[in-house]
Each structure stands twice: as structure tokens, then as C-alpha cells.
């Protein structure tokens, strides 16, 4: 009898940006290059100090600590007290390096022990990976971002994500604090993606799930998603954390060292580099400030209406028609964006344009959407 296995691939979408192959070579075929705005990955340098903190422990040959050095919680406590506000956290037991937060969400709810019979709800339009850890589990998947919507239902999981991914919605601290209140009175773990937030544009502050406003110091059923791929230019190092209640924390904890899914100990170093030092992010949101002042001018220019877009890294903008048509016009003008189709059925009509680029790449998109050189108006 030959074994006949399921696989897990067969549960999960497409890989959405396999389907911008054809925009991308377009793009790319532009006389001055392509500007690829489609993704959200750092292209400026990492910060010497953290560099430094990397190469200085490199030489090191022990095995690293799944629950981090120290050093490093008592880093994380202090950075989220400082940067977010955040108070209270113990550094023993309430935070948690993970080997970036995009593994830490695939892998979720199937550790937390969420799968068949149980629902995950994720935002109406929402980072892909939200659901794919839904699957992963084999759990189901609604996107509501009401909790109206869900009725009597009690979800064994809900993610937030403020600012949002795709279109930088900044939710406000009565927002949160009904989505705690229903998490304590259900049972409902809520997972709060906060891996935007020390990159506000609007008026209203970007506020943590754990921020004694929302939550009044209780972390029970919460869990917050740091990195530092964003503010710091760490992806590459794959830097992040997870903080909140301790009884979920510590459960990960111990299932984490059985998978041996662990920090490097150099990272872990420059992780403590980046944590106790604030200018480099500073410095950091003030070039993402500048680039996106030029792009939302040039796009405002060129008759696309701008929604939302108050924190993040993207601008989510529309030409009142199918996304997939503004990102082939966009192609033509060697622009590459994401189809807001990626992040779920309300974003047909948008792309979100990010401001991951260097300042030459930002400018040349300002040209070609404007016919004006933004560098000649300064």
C-alpha cells in the first residue's frame, strides 16, 4: 500500500507577488530602471553601532538562549516602555525574542494550539500571513473588523494590526479597548501586530494593545508583535519580539526551545544595540517622512485619491477602478506597486505604494508620475 499524505502547501494561497512577474519585467525594462514600490523591505544601511554589537559577539560558539540573553529582555522592556509607553512588563517572563515576527505569526495559532473547529479572525484586508498561519493550523478564517460582526461566536484568536499593512489605518485607544474587553469576557487571545508602530503620520499617537490606556496594566489574552525590521533596517537580521501575557508567553517559550527556534547570539547583541539607542530610528522616520511627503504629493498630482495612510510604511491609493489596471499603467512607467487584491477582497480598487526606496529611486517615481523634478523644486 503506498502512503498517501496530505499536504500542508495545499492548504495555503498563492505566493501573491508570483503574480507581479509580468508587471516586474515590464518595469524593469524602463530606459531608467525600475522603481519597485511593492514591497516593504529596507534598502538604507543598518546603523554602524549595530553593526558593531553584531561582529563584536561573532565570535561566539555556545548555543544561544531560545528566551534571550538578559541583556536583551531587560532591553526590550526598556525600549517598550520608552518608544510605546508600554509599562509593567516583566522581563523574566512576559517577553520573548522570536526569529522575526513574520515566522512568529505564520507559526501561532498551530503553537498556541488553534486548528480544526477553531475560528482565527484577521483584518478585512490584511498582511497575507494572517490567514496563511489560519491554515497552517487548519483552522477557519474570518475577516471582520467588527466585533459586531462576529456575533456569538467566540473566535479562539483575533489579529489587530495597527498601523495597518496594507493601508495604514491607525486605531485609536476605544477601538482597542472594546476588542480587550471582548478577549477578557470570551476567552479570545488577541495578537496585536505592532510592527509599524513608532511610525505615526497623523494626529492621533499609534497606541499598543499592551498601553495602560487600553488594557490597564492586565496583559491576560494579549500579545503584542514586535520588529525591527522597519524602524532599525534589521529584516535581514530577522529581529523581533513577542510580549504580553505570561502564561502564553512562557507556553511558547517551552515549545519554541523544543523546536529550537532561537535567536543567534550575534543577533541577539545588535537586537540589544538597536533597543537601547533611539537617533538611528529617529533618523530613520524622518527619511520615510521626507519620501513620503514627495510620493503622496506626486500620486495626489497625478489624480489618485488617498485613503487612510496615517502610519506604516505605505501609501493605499486608488484610481476608482481595478487595482490590477493601475499597476500595469504603473509598469509602463517602470513603477512597480502591489494590487490591493493581495490583502483581500475590499482592496480591488487600490494599490499600496510603499516608501521603501532610497531618495534617487523616490524622486525618479515623483518624475514619472508628474513630469516634474522634485529635486529642481527644493
Not at 256 to 271: E, T
Not at 297 to 323: H, K, N, P, V
Request: hydrophobic share 40%; charged share 25%.
Amino acid at each position: 500500500m503506498t502512503l498517501k499524505r496530505t499536504k500542508v502547501a495545499d492548504r495555503l494561497p498563492d505566493f501573491p507577488w508570483d503574480s507581479l512577474a509580468e508587471a516586474k519585467a515590464k518595469a524593469t525594462s524602463h530606459p531608467d530602471g525600475i522603481v519597485d514600490l511593492s514591497v516593504g523591505t529596507p534598502v538604507d544601511p543598518v546603523s554602524p553601532a549595530i553593526q558593531l554589537a553584531l561582529t563584536e559577539s561573532a565570535a561566539e560558539p555556545g548555543y544561544p538562549q531560545t528566551k534571550g540573553t538578559p541583556e536583551l529582555r531587560e532591553a526590550i522592556v526598556g525600549a517598550m516602555e520608552r518608544r510605546f509607553q508600554v509599562r509593567g512588563l516583566d522581563a523574566d517572563t512576559q517577553v520573548l525574542p522570536v526569529i522575526g515576527t513574520k515566522e512568529a505569526i505564520a507559526w501561532m495559532p498551530t503553537l498556541l494550539g488553534i486548528g480544526a473547529g477553531h475560528t482565527v479572525v484577521i483584518p478585512e484586508l490584511a498582511y497575507p500571513t494572517y490567514e496563511v498561519s489560519a491554515r497552517l493550523a487548519g483552522a477557519d478564517v474570518l475577516r471582520s473588523d467588527s466585533l459586531l460582526k462576529l456575533g456569538p461566536e467566540t473566535p479562539a484568536l483575533i489579529y489587530l494590526n495597527s498601523p495597518a499593512n496594507p493601508h495604514g489605518q491607525v486605531l485609536g485607544v476605544d477601538h482597542l479597548r472594546k476588542f480587550v474587553e471582548f478577549a477578557r469576557e470570551r476567552g479570545t487571545i488577541i495578537v496585536s501586530d505592532e510592527c509599524y508602530l513608532g511610525l505615526g503620520w497623523g494626529e492621533e499617537r499609534p497606541v499598543s494593545i499592551l498601553d495602560p490606556e487600553v488594557c490597564g496594566g492586565d496583559f491576560t489574552n494579549l500579545i503584542a508583535v514586535h520588529s525591527l525590521s522597519k524602524t532599525s533596517n534589521l529584516a535581514s537580521y530577522r529581529a523581533g519580539w513577542l510580549a504580553g501575557d505570561d502564561e502564553l508567553i512562557q507556553e511558547l517559550l517551552g515549545i519554541r526551545r523544543h523546536a529550537g527556534l532561537m535567536n543567534p547570539g550575534p543577533i541577539q547583541s545588535a537586537m540589544v544595540a538597536a533597543l537601547v539607542e533611539d537617533g538611528h530610528e529617529i533618523l530613520q522616520k524622518q527619511l520615510y517622512r521626507h519620501r513620503r511627503d514627495l510620493l503622496k504629493a506626486a500620486l495626489l498630482q497625478a489624480g489618485f485619491d488617498i485613503e487612510y495612510s496615517d502610519g506604516g510604511l505605505y501609501l493605499w491609493a486608488t484610481q476608482g477602478r481595478d487595482g490590477r489596471e493601475t499597476v500595469a499603467e504603473l509598469a509602463d512607467k517602470g513603477i512597480l506597486v502591489a494590487p490591493g487584491d493581495f490583502y483581500g477582497p475590499k482592496g480591488k480598487e487600490f494599490v499600496r505604494v510603499g516608501l521603501t526606496a532610497t531618495d534617487e529611486r523616490i524622486e525618479a517615481a515623483v518624475r514619472r508620475l508628474t513630469g516634474e523634478d522634485p529635486a529642481a523644486a527644493q
